[in-house]
């Protein structure tokens, strides 16, 4: 007789079946999506430096241009007191302010610094930093990436003024030795006492006193280069450090334009980056000892003298301190190990003043 299965044990298989077949069937679950990257950081600012800066540069370059047009040959005592107010009719704070600005430009031509800058401030923090600690001390702008691309032009742009200037000294001063020293019937004028000796002093004195006006023309070709890093014709090779302060400020004008940190609103950065004490000094010592040699003089082949010595050859003195770093020099008592001596320390460029001095106070004696 047949026996029937049973319904219990039946549903229970039938229902294991039904859902290993469902299961198998099911949809999985999809696996969480990843994390979207975190958006790269913005890029510094562009380039700015503002005008104020290029105004100052104007000044510099377009008085070393005018100052490069003295030649020796002089032809009349009237040529030597054009030569004379030419040379002294620049003050010299702004002369030295204008030379720093100027080298400021002259390193933004270089995009090895400017790039090398602008890549190690790419972090907005990293920036900030950046131009905080350049504010601070000008000199950590010689440390930072290509600095010594841009230190060489800077070095081989200035360096040649100084070379024109020197030269032109050689010339002036070499003419006035040689009137001097023979009598030229052709130029008996210049060993003729000068008029009215007293009026020529106080006019080249006020002269020195007058501020500069920035040349517009030169002022818009500078701000332009310096925006655009182009436009200036330079020939420039690498100078590693030590760098001068006067390079050093340079660098740190140039740094902060990089990171767009030398615009309109950041003059009073810009501006206090231009004073170096060492240059202004060097400039406002030779104006006293043209002052004092103008003075002294009498015929007119001793004002040229004037014109060669503390004209030309002070201007291509100043331009080369500015760039080339002084040799440090040990005292003699420290390397024989005694005591420091108490005398007050003569610094090269007040060490330079006193030797030009001597050497034209003898010079002009020995005319006479």
Same mark, same amino acid.
């Given at each position: 007789?047949?026996?029937?299965?049973?319904?219990?044990?039946? /549903?229970?298989? %039938?229902?294991?079946?039904?859902?290993?077949?469902? +299961?198998?069937?099911?949809?999985?679950?999809?696996?969480? !999506?990843?994390?979207?990257?975190?958006?790269?950081?913005?890029?510094?600012?562009?380039?700015?430096?503002?005008?104020?800066?290029?105004? #100052?540069?104007?000044?510099?370059? +377009?008085?070393?241009?005018?100052?490069?047009?003295?030649? @020796?040959?002089?032809?009349? #005592?009237?040529?030597?007191?054009?030569?004379?107010?030419?040379?002294?009719?620049?003050?010299?704070?702004?002369?030295?302010?204008?030379?720093?600005?100027?080298?400021?430009?002259?390193?933004?031509?270089?995009?090895?610094?400017?790039?090398?800058?602008?890549?190690?401030?790419?972090?907005?923090?990293?920036?900030?930093?950046?131009?905080?600690?350049?504010?601070?001390?000008?000199?950590?702008?010689?440390?930072?990436?290509?600095?010594?691309?841009?230190?060489?032009?800077?070095?081989?742009?200035?360096?040649?003024?100084?070379?024109?200037?020197?030269?032109?000294?050689?010339?002036?001063?070499?003419?006035?030795? =040689?009137?001097?020293?023979?009598?030229?019937?052709?130029?008996?004028?210049?060993?003729?006492?000068? !008029?009215?000796?007293?009026?020529?002093?106080?006019?080249?004195?006020?002269?020195?006193?007058?501020?500069?006006?920035?040349?517009?023309?030169?002022?818009?070709?500078?701000?332009?280069? &310096?925006?655009?890093?182009?436009?200036?014709?330079?020939?420039?090779?690498?100078?590693?450090?030590?760098? %001068?302060?006067?390079?050093?400020?340079?660098?740190?004008?140039?740094?902060?334009? @990089?990171?767009?940190?030398?615009?309109?609103?950041?003059?009073?950065?810009?501006?206090?980056?231009?004073?170096?004490?060492?240059?202004?000094?060097?400039?406002?010592? /030779?104006?006293?000892?043209?002052?004092?040699?103008?003075?002294?003089?009498?015929?007119?082949?001793?004002?040229?003298?004037?014109?060669?010595?503390?004209?030309?050859?002070?201007? !291509?003195?100043? =331009?080369?301190?500015?760039?080339?770093? #002084?040799?440090?020099?040990?005292?003699? %008592?420290?390397?024989?190990?005694? &005591?420091?001596?108490?005398?007050?320390?003569?610094?090269?460029? #007040?060490? &330079?003043?006193?030797? !030009?001095?001597?050497?034209?106070?003898? +010079?002009?004696?020995?005319?006479?």
């Amino acid at each position: 007789m047949f026996k029937a299965l049973p319904r219990r044990g039946l /549903s229970l298989a %039938t229902a294991a079946v039904v859902a290993a077949v469902l +299961a198998s069937c099911a949809t999985p679950e999809p696996e969480p !999506a990843p994390a979207p990257p975190p958006p790269p950081a913005a890029p510094p600012p562009a380039v700015s430096l503002n005008e104020g800066v290029a105004q #100052a540069a104007s000044i510099y370059v +377009a008085f070393m241009r005018e100052a490069g047009t003295i030649q @020796a040959g002089f032809t009349s #005592a009237e040529a030597i007191q054009a030569a004379i107010r030419r040379g002294a009719s620049y003050e010299p704070a702004q002369l030295s302010r204008g030379m720093i600005a100027y080298g400021s430009i002259l390193a933004l031509q270089s995009p090895e610094f400017v790039q090398g800058v602008r890549a190690i401030a790419a972090d907005p923090d990293n920036r900030r930093q950046i131009i905080d600690r350049v504010v601070a001390d000008p000199a950590y702008a010689a440390t930072l990436p290509g600095a010594d691309a841009a230190a060489g032009l800077i070095i081989d742009t200035i360096g040649r003024d100084s070379a024109a200037m020197l030269v032109i000294a050689d010339a002036v001063e070499g003419d006035a030795y =040689t009137i001097q020293e023979r009598n030229d019937p052709r130029r008996r004028w210049a060993v003729a006492h000068i !008029a009215d000796r007293v009026t020529r002093l106080e006019g080249a004195k006020a002269l020195s006193a007058v501020q500069m006006l920035p040349s517009a023309e030169e002022s818009a070709r500078l701000f332009a280069a &310096a925006n655009s890093g182009t436009g200036l014709s330079l020939n420039g090779s690498r100078s590693g450090p030590p760098y %001068t302060p006067a390079i050093a400020r340079s660098l740190a004008i140039a740094a902060l334009a @990089a990171l767009g940190a030398g615009g309109e609103d950041a003059r009073a950065n810009t501006e206090a980056l231009t004073v170096e004490q060492n240059s202004e000094f060097c400039l406002n010592m /030779s104006k006293l000892m043209l002052f004092q040699c103008l003075a002294a003089s009498r015929p007119s082949y001793e004002d040229m003298f004037c014109v060669g010595r503390h004209v030309a050859r002070d201007l !291509a003195t100043c =331009t080369a301190q500015n760039i080339t770093p #002084a040799p440090v020099e040990i005292p003699a %008592t420290a390397v024989a190990g005694g &005591a420091p001596d108490s005398a007050p320390v003569q610094t090269p460029v #007040a060490e &330079a003043a006193a030797a !030009a001095s001597i050497s034209a106070t003898s +010079a002009l004696n020995s005319g006479r």
